[in-house]
């Protein structure tokens, strides 16, 4: 039997981690729902919610991954025996499957953007184009499915490395990319005419969104953003040695997360603003409000080309932690069947995404609760599947799991330690409490 494989360094868990937290919540959904909740008062509400919220739980799953040394199921088991905790890592499992078979469909529509972007097909198109663009791409069986394909074999050529030659090597190569391709539209974005509107919408404060819808979707976005409640960071965690803290690098993971999501903000708004656009135009930021933008600046083919990889590359390293989990638990401690298991779940992700990928087009009249396979899997996940991971990972962490195991784990100071004891015992379990329900409600008056 094959040894268990480990991070090679602190800084390669870091990243890794970081990827699987920083992908299309950070880079696409973070602009979109900030754009249309006012701008400033939900990043600073986010923020806020990210590190009393999403930052206490990450800490959870990486004290119970690194304790268990094994997947989720297995690791659970070995810290309540007898018990039915193990339930968490197969709901972890389940998801992740989910998440991933339309996860995968998005990174599909990447590389088809991606595609045109290097054969810069995009020149003088005009802004209108881009609408019709994206529904005809999303819409289009066989170039969905293509797509789709694609992005998968992509995914699984990198877990079934491993971790040290797989996911550690492409994370160390991804998000130093990423940063520097983000550091570099941040700029170009910044220096456009009339930028610092779009920089006032982000960090003045308009007081008028301060309310509790607007409280409860950043709260939301904070919590989903860092990928807690689907035991991927439980995953990752139990291949880190024993001689890395684990505070410090929860810490750097959030604020990465945190980092991330601001650039991306810093991208979009300046430009929004400085070429007349509207900062409310919802999910059609990145795919069609962006290419347009790109279009109607100097150089705007190669920073559309630059957004497309960076985008890419995001997706990538959290599909990559999604497919890690779902291998993990399947091969159990059996190492040596990892290059095969993550061939055979990743051809069974894309069979079951395949109704995802058509739900815009040949399955778009299909519907399950009156939404699309596309949209009720992304229900299922987001409302349902990750906040009731994310609680019962909390409650186990605070409550079930002994107080000496996670004090050994953790090593910081018993005033740090009390802090965060309370986050996750009693303020987080609250939190996620209330986005569930609000998510239901509003899913049922929807």
């Known amino acids: 039997m094959a040894k268990r494989d480990h991070f090679a360094s602190k800084i390669g868990f870091i990243l890794a981690a970081a990827g699987s ?47 268990g040394q094994a997947d989720p ?18 709901s972890g499992f389940f998801f992740s499957f989910i998440i991933l078979s339309f996860y995968s469909v998005v990174g599909g529509w990447i590389l088809s953007y991606l595609g045109r972007a290097l054969l810069f ?13 994206f529904d005809t791409i999303i819409s289009n069986p066989v170039e969905v499915l293509i797509g789709q394909a694609v992005f998968m074999i992509l995914t699984v050529m990198i877990v079934r490395g491993g971790i040290e030659a797989g996911i550690e090597r492409a994370s160390r190569i991804m998000m130093p990319a990423l940063l520097i391709f983000f550091i570099i539209l941040v700029i ?29 979707l950043a709260l939301g976005q904070a919590f989903f953003s860092l990928s807690v409640g689907v035991t991927g960071m439980m995953t990752y965690a139990s291949y880190l040695p024993k001689d890395q803290k ?73 599909s990559i932690a999604m497919l890690e989990t779902i291998v993990s638990i399947g091969i159990k401690n059996a190492y040596d069947k990892r290059k095969r298991a993550s061939w055979i779940y990743g051809l069974i992700i894309f069979l ?10 040949v399955f778009s009249d299909v519907k399950i609760f009156g939404k699309t396979f596309f949209d009720f899997a992304d229900f299922l996940t987001s409302s349902i599947g990750l906040p009731l ?28 330690f009390a802090v965060w004891h309370f986050l996750v015992r009693y303020l987080a379990p609250i939190a996620i409490i209330v986005i569930f329900i609000n998510a239901i409600i509003s899913a049922f008056k929807g």
């Open 73 to 90: 199921v297995t690791a659970l088991k070995k810290l309540a025996p007898g018990k039915k905790w193990h339930f968490i890592g197969w």
């Open 389 to 416: 991971g994310a609680l019962l990972i909390s409650i186990f962490a605070g409550y079930v799991l002994k107080k000496s195991a996670t004090i050994e784990e953790l090593n910081i100071s018993p005033t740090w």
């Open 121 to 133: 097909s995009f020149d003088n198109k005009g802004e209108n184009y881009y609408g019709g663009l």
């Open 21 to 67: 937290a920083i992908g299309l919540g950070a880079i696409w959904k973070f602009p979109y729902m900030a754009g249309t909740n006012g701008g400033s008062v939900f990043v600073l509400l986010f923020i806020i919610s990210t590190l009393l919220i999403g930052l206490p739980i990450l800490l959870a799953e990486f004290v119970i991954g690194r304790r």
């Open 246 to 318: 684990l505070g410090s690098s929860a810490v750097s993971v959030s604020m990465l997360n945190i980092g991330i999501s601001i650039m991306a903000g810093l991208v979009i708004f300046p430009a929004v603003f400085a070429l007349g656009f509207s900062p409310n135009e919802g999910p059609g930021l990145a795919f069609i409000i962006l290419p347009a933008i790109f279009e109607q600046i100097p150089f705007g083919a190669i920073f559309m080309l630059i957004f497309f990889i960076l985008m890419l590359f995001a997706t990538l390293t959290s």
């Open 352 to 361: 079951v995404g395949i109704p995802s990928a058509l739900s815009f087009g």
């Open 188 to 216: 170009r974005s910044l220096t456009l005419d009339g930028a610092m509107e779009g920089v006032k919408f982000m960090f003045v404060p308009d007081w008028s969104y301060f309310n509790a819808k607007t409280a409860l």
